[in-house]
């Protein structure tokens, strides 16, 4: 079991620049998320699926999409990627509403 | 915006001490979960709780959910240079799909 994994580990960007990050996870989960980690910040919500086929806006959607491709995989979009989105993105997932989140690796974002 | 407050920020601990970190809202939360965060990796869960005045234990590491379910502490009993990174509460009220998380607290341990 790989648990969560998040692809790809590393990227830098240029201002302008589009770009998808990948997440899947093999433990048969409804539920999965996308978070950003900033410095002195803690973790925000960007988006969530509560199940296949549903997506939901967190606390700072603005600037990204996102697709629940099927159970296992939900993607996270930059059409035009920002400075201030130069960040740590981390992906989870749990079974349900109010279970615990299993986390990926995360994927650091450098936006130039 | 972030519903959850965390306290201390920060502990600089000697080895061997006990430590304590508890979490507040002003909001009812039904899920308590404590996480620790290391260098480049991603959170790791610790603990869940999911009921009022659960008082739940993971080695060295014991956490409760509050009576009132505004809050919730973990304690680590006789810490040790491993116990070094950033530890995160996070809960999910009732109803509602997403986790949110509080800031973090940084804990450094001197051997």
């Known amino acids: 079991n790989a648990g969560v994994t998040q692809t790809p580990k590393f990227q830098v960007l240029k201002t302008g620049q589009s770009m998808t990050l990948q997440c899947a996870q093999d433990?048969?989960?409804?539920?999965m998320y996308w978070y950003r980690q900033d410095p002195g910040m803690g973790l925000r919500l960007i988006y969530y699926?509560?199940?296949?086929?549903?997506?939901d806006k967190g606390e700072v959607p603005n600037g990204y999409n996102v697709s629940r491709l099927n159970k296992r995989e939900f993607s996270l979009r930059l059409e035009s990627a920002a400075p201030s989105q130069t960040s740590v993105y981390f992906c989870?997932?749990?079974?349900?509403?109010?279970?615990?989140?299993?986390f990926g690796q995360g994927t650091r974002l450098t936006v130039v | 915006g972030q519903q959850l407050n965390q306290s201390p920020q920060s502990m600089f601990i000697q080895e061997g001490e006990d430590v304590s970190m508890n979490c507040t809202s002003s909001?009812?939360?039904?899920?308590w979960l404590w996480y620790k965060q290391e260098p480049g990796e991603g959170p790791v869960l610790l603990i869940a709780?999911?009921?009022a005045g659960e008082l739940t234990s993971n080695g060295r590491l014991t956490a409760q959910f509050g009576i009132t379910r505004k809050d919730s502490f973990l304690n680590i009993s006789a810490s040790i240079p491993s116990d070094v990174g950033i530890y995160f509460c996070?809960?999910?009220?009732w109803g509602q799909g997403n986790l949110i998380f509080g800031k973090g607290t940084k804990l450094s341990v001197k051997p």
């Open positions: 989870a997932s749990s079974e349900g509403r109010n279970t615990e989140a299993f």
């Open positions: 433990m048969n989960h409804n539920s």
């Open positions: 699926s509560a199940s296949e086929g549903t997506t």
């Open positions: 909001s009812i939360f039904n899920t």
């Open positions: 709780l999911y009921k």
């Open positions: 996070a809960g999910t009220r």
